[in-house]
């Protein structure tokens, strides 16, 4: 609805301020108008939003399509290439490490799948930026660009030096930042495309021997919900889907020294099942996910309870990761 000219009449003024009141009784009206819709499309929304926890969310094809995965030569990068490929993905693979994501292409081509692998530090923006023009001209529009690369040192805060807390927030962080900017732009010119960025439970709770890396993964989660709400008030129509993962710990050998008092209830998660739940929730365009998918909801009803009562909860617990100094 057209708001109308806000200016009010002139104190003084006669006419002016028999307009002004008329005025006034049109805002009301307005105001009255847009509450009420307000009240309908919040329950609206509420209702569908329960009615699709029940219902199997419909996922997009990515058969033929380009899939770009950043630390695809190890651990869930690998096994979201794998899988991507599986499902008839033309994959590209991208990681530091040459020899690691060679083995991935190789797997995936005698698999009888589709994938180029490519050498990059994602560190260095400019290497990203000159890549990603080479994609373009190679292969043309990227569909899925998955922000998954990431290290995770683990010790107490005044153990980790400079060097090491500097390169974790550059490949956890700034790293996603240049990608964005490489890949969103195309995205956006053809309103289509979906951006994937690994945060972490870490980006959820705070954790001991952990703490710069809990700020690489709560970044994740800030810039990605802010991305979203920026895509939103520029274009409502915006069909760029954004999907942030919070994994819980998943046995790739990144989480060197996990502590679990209950081992039947919390344990390492397969590097197949987690690859393949961060595939559905891209390809179900969910705006977050968590692996498994209720600890949302955990941090969820967690931030509801005072901080003393859930700290009872995490001591009872007791699982984490301890040092990988000692
Ligand atoms: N494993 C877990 O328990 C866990 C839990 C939550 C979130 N995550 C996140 O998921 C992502 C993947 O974790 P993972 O366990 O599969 O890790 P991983 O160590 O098994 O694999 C990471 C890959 O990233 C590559 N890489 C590292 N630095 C790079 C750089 N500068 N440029 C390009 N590639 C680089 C490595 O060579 C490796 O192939 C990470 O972002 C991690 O923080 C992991």
Not at 47 to 58: D, G, H, S
Not at 81 to 86: K, P, T
Not at 231 to 237: A, I, V, Y
Request: proline letters at 4%.
């Amino acid at each position: 609805m057209s708001k109308p000219n806000q200016s009010r009449g002139g104190v003084g003024g006669g006419g002016a301020s028999g307009s002004g009141n008329n005025n006034d009784v049109y805002n009301i009206v307005l105001l009255i108008v847009d509450l009420v819709m307000l009240v309908i499309k919040f329950w609206l929304t509420i209702v569908e939003e329960i009615i699709k926890m029940f219902t199997t969310r419909p996922e997009t094809n990515v058969a033929g399509k380009f899939v770009l995965i950043t630390g695809a030569g190890h651990g869930m990068g690998k096994e979201m290439a794998l899988q991507y490929a599986s499902l008839g993905a033309k994959v590209i693979c991208w990681d530091v490490n040459e020899q690691t994501n060679s083995q991935t292409v190789k797997e995936i081509k005698q698999a009888g799948g589709s994938a180029f692998g490519y050498v990059c530090n994602v560190v260095k923006r400019e290497d990203i930026l000159e890549l990603a023009g080479k994609m373009r001209k190679d292969h043309g529009f990227i569909e899925v660009v998955v922000n998954n690369a990431g290290i995770m040192p683990c010790h107490p805060l005044l153990e980790h030096n400079e060097q090491e807390t500097r390169l974790m927030y550059d490949i956890n962080v700034l790293a996603h930042y240049w990608m964005i900017q490489a890949f969103l732009p195309e995205m956006l010119e053809r309103n289509e495309g979906s951006l994937v960025a690994l945060s972490s439970c870490a980006g959820l709770f705070g954790l001991p021997n952990l703490v710069p890396y809990c700020g690489t993964k709560f970044a994740v989660r800030g810039y990605m919900a802010a991305l979203a709400e920026e895509l939103r008030l520029k274009n409502p129509q915006c069909n760029v889907k954004l999907t942030t993962i919070f994994p819980y710990m998943i046995d790739t050998g990144l989480c060197k020294n996990p502590r679990f008092r209950f081992p039947n209830l919390f344990k390492l998660i397969c590097p197949k099942v987690a690859a393949a739940s961060i595939i559905e929730a891209q390809r179900q365009g969910l705006e977050e996910a968590a692996v498994p998918r209720h600890f949302i909801a955990v941090e969820k009803v967690g931030r509801l309870l005072p901080k003393k009562a859930m700290r009872l909860i995490n001591d009872f617990l007791d699982t984490g990761v301890d040092s990988d100094k000692h």
